[in-house]
């Protein structure tokens, strides 16, 4: 029998798979609604990420929190989780082999899921998720389809605190997630 998502996470939380285990605090395994229409998928936690166990709790969070609310979504709308489900070392990106090992839990969190939409929240996830040579400048707000799914990039929220004048056109992406989930109400 296929196995549920809480197994799954008990599993997770015990990964010693790459290095990342001796420094984290946590696993951030990804929380919210199991049988949400869609799925977001970050990079991987930062220090408030690690501390609490749980994704975009941080600063980005808020905003990302601000980003759902002003098209009507809340955090149990949506599923979140990361590609890396620890914190590496002082933030910095996850390497290819952390993110080869871990995305086998992710791969597995899609199956049970089966989520109808994904949203990769900045560069790293969209290239692992997407499309390797991805220009989330340029193509952030496209869905495309790949391995039945549709799937789109965004602006990452930490990006959007940095760089505020990309708030609009990050909004923008927001309304399509929200008029595509609508289209696919029954
Ligand atoms: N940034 C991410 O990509 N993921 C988190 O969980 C928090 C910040």
Request: with cysteine; proline share 6%.
């Amino acid at each position: 029998m296929a196995k549920d998502l809480a197994a799954l996470r008990e599993e997770c939380l015990q990964c010693k798979r790459c290095g990342l285990w001796e420094t984290r605090h946590n696993v951030v395994f990804g929380v919210g609604n199991e049988h949400a229409k869609v799925m977001f998928i970050g990079e991987g936690p930062g220090e408030n990420e690690d501390l609490q166990g749980e994704p975009f709790v941080g600063r980005a969070g808020q905003l990302l929190d601000k980003m759902l609310a002003a098209v009507e979504l809340r955090r149990e709308d949506i599923y979140i989780a990361n590609i890396v489900k620890c914190r590496p070392p002082k933030n910095r990106d996850p390497l290819p082999e952390e993110q080869e090992e871990c995305i086998r839990w992710l791969d597995e969190q899609l199956e049970i899921m089966n989520p109808r939409l994904i949203v990769c929240l900045g560069r790293i996830a969209a290239a692992r998720i997407m499309n390797p040579n991805i220009k989330i400048s340029k193509e952030h707000g496209q869905w495309i389809e790949k391995d039945g799914r549709l799937m789109m990039a965004m602006l990452h929220p930490a990006a959007l605190l940095r760089n505020p004048n990309q708030k609009p056109e990050a909004f923008e992406d927001f309304l399509r997630l929200k008029e595509k989930l609508d289209a696919l109400e029954d």
